[in-house]
């Protein structure tokens, strides 16, 4: 066995929609891992200009000045086309070009080093989701090991002081309302185990939506106070969301603040009033529908709210105070539990599961056992075009499951099995993850032939699928990770590539940036001397 101080710590990561948080464990304990800036949270944001690339706090401080090619929320494209209405009503308040690729994709373009490129973010679900974000793990260098759902990790991360403790079973429910994304989990935490019961989410729902409504609402004062609409100036606009996201975030301690931006538009100084109550009346169906999820969660799980022990908050948009009177409503006073820091602590949960599985981890933490669950359900469409599922959401990860299936006509000899993901009854209303065909099947009478069909789940996520014939044992089996999700091996060397060719783009650059400050610095010094009166006497 190696010795766990040699071992090459792992880390963990949380990838937000509006920010990002990186973990480590070492010295028996988690660690977050400060950025270049010294900040422990990052922009998820990236920036492309005539020289070269941006990306987190850089990015972001310079998105006032290049707002078209400074790009962020990126997260919310993946898994909706083009033409979706949630798509389009974001287009219409992001500075950056998004446009409308083949087959309804949604595409993203930008200018870098006077050429346009054009990024795409490909429809995608749940298992595909994970699927690309090894793949991104892989193009970065780093050897991903296991994919948590956000909620899991921050239960994680609340549960690991109780690790041992004499106290009976908990229920914890995890409300996660981030930048982007709200996610519920209910959780049975125990002794070292911590079990998944039921998830809950919306892709779409989190703080960038209460800065929209912000937006808007200060685009509406402007256009009553000045008669002027500032919502197709990019600039005007990116300025005044970067003042909402900041009395946002005032607001989740003071019970009014001053939004204010010196000449916003056409000189015009703007500044307008807005209180809490305000703020929740513009956001409260928003707020409601976070709550919804709890319901719905608790629903899934079939327990009812007075069986939950704890309510925990994570995501930084759980600090709204709107938000957390309702959820205490709801919960019939329950005090809610606010000792994680919400902006750290899914990465320091998903540090600690890092520990376990790199075996860096003290006896402490390598006891733990997470036991979770597959967010959506996956099945076949049968001939009638209905989704039949095989694995229901919900189901504990990982797992195998078999459904038996047959024939639609007299002496078919083979069947195509095609495999969607999702909860819609129709399968085309689905995620479309693949198919393949099973050939071989003896010639029958319709309903007269059996085929098992097997889905098997690994704690990533990533299924595989089978097929078999049962008097005759031909099979046929597909790894479900699609194409268009899982890269091919050229195209990830090819992104490799490029992402070190960057990297050397990147330096050159700073050096020379370096050399131009350096070269600059001893001008201004030689002019010194030759204009120092008591120098300058010794130079003729």
């Given amino acids: 066995m190696a010795d766990r101080r040699t071992l090459r710590p792992a880390i963990g990561i949380d990838l937000g929609t509006t920010y990002s948080c990186v973990g480590v464990w070492q010295h028996d304990r988690v660690e977050i891992v400060a950025n270049d800036q010294g900040n422990r949270t990052t922009p998820s944001c990236v920036a492309f200009a ?25 997260k919310r494209l993946i898994g909706r086309r083009f033409s979706d209405p949630l798509v389009q009503s974001d287009i219409n308040l992001w500075p950056f070009k998004v446009i409308e690729g ?16 054009i990024f795409s973010a490909v429809e995608i679900s749940s298992m595909k989701m994970r699927q690309a974000t090894m793949d991104a793990g892989h193009i970065a ?19 690991i002081d109780k690790l041992g403790s004499s106290i009976r079973k908990r229920n914890v429910l995890i409300f996660d309302l981030g930048g982007g994304t709200a996610d519920v989990s209910l959780l049975t935490i125990g002794g070292s185990e911590f079990k998944v019961k039921a998830v809950a989410g919306d ?14 609402h200060c685009v509406e004062v402007f256009k009553k ?16 969301r970067t003042e909402c996201e900041r009395a946002k975030r005032v607001l989740s301690s003071a019970l009014d603040t001053t939004i204010a931006v010196d000449a916003l538009y056409e000189g015009i100084d703007f500044s307008s009033n807005i209180t809490c109550s305000k703020f929740s009346e513009l956001n409260m169906d928003f707020f409601k529908k976070s709550v919804k999820l709890v319901e719905k969660c608790l629903a899934d799980a079939k327990l009812d709210k007075r069986s939950v022990h704890d309510v925990v908050l994570t995501g930084g948009s759980s600090r709204i105070p709107k938000v957390q009177q309702l959820l205490q409503e709801f919960f019939d006073g329950m005090e809610l539990k606010r000792n994680l820091n919400p902006d750290e602590a899914v990465a320091y949960g998903a540090s600690v599961q890092a520990a376990i599985m790199a075996g860096t981890g003290n006896e402490r933490v390598q006891d733990i056992v997470l036991v979770d669950v597959i967010p959506l359900s996956f099945g076949v469409e049968t001939d009638d075009g209905i989704m039949s599922l095989v694995i229901p959401r919900n189901t504990t990860s990982p797992t195998k499951m078999r ?19 999702g909860e819609r009854t129709r399968a085309k209303d689905n995620y479309w993850l693949g198919e393949f065909r099973l050939s071989g099947i003896p010639a029958a009478p319709r309903g007269k032939i059996t085929v098992v069909v097997s889905f098997d789940i690994d704690t990533n996520g990533i299924l595989k699928v089978s097929a078999q014939e049962s008097t005759t044992g031909v099979s046929q089996k597909i790894t479900v990770t ?27 650059y700073k050096k020379k940036a370096k050399a131009k400050g350096a070269l600059e610095d001893y001008d201004y010094d030689l002019k010194s001397i030759v204009n120092d009166k008591e120098i300058r006497p010794t130079l003729s």
């Fill in 482 to 508: 699609n194409d268009k999700a899982r890269l091919p091996r050229e195209e990830i060397n090819r992104m490799i590539k490029d992402a070190e060719n960057f990297k050397v783009e990147d330096e050159k």
């Fill in 50 to 74: 005539e020289t070269q690339r941006f990306v987190g706090d850089a990015a972001k401080n310079q998105v006032t000045m290049n707002p078209i090619n400074s790009i962020f929320d990126s």
């Fill in 203 to 216: 892709t779409h729902l989190g703080g960038e939506d209460f800065d929209n409504r912000m937006v808007n």
């Fill in 141 to 159: 260098g780093l050897k991903v090991m296991r994919i948590l759902n956000e909620p899991t990790a921050a239960a994680i991360a609340y549960g």
């Fill in 102 to 117: 083949s087959n309804d994709q949604p595409m993203i373009k930008v200018a870098y080093k006077g050429e346009r490129r």
């Fill in 403 to 421: 459904r038996n299936y047959t024939t639609v006509k007299d002496n078919q000899t083979s069947i195509l099995f095609a495999v969607y993901e």
């Fill in 225 to 240: 106070k000045y008669k002027k609409d500032i919502s197709g100036n990019a600039k005007a606009m990116r300025r005044l």
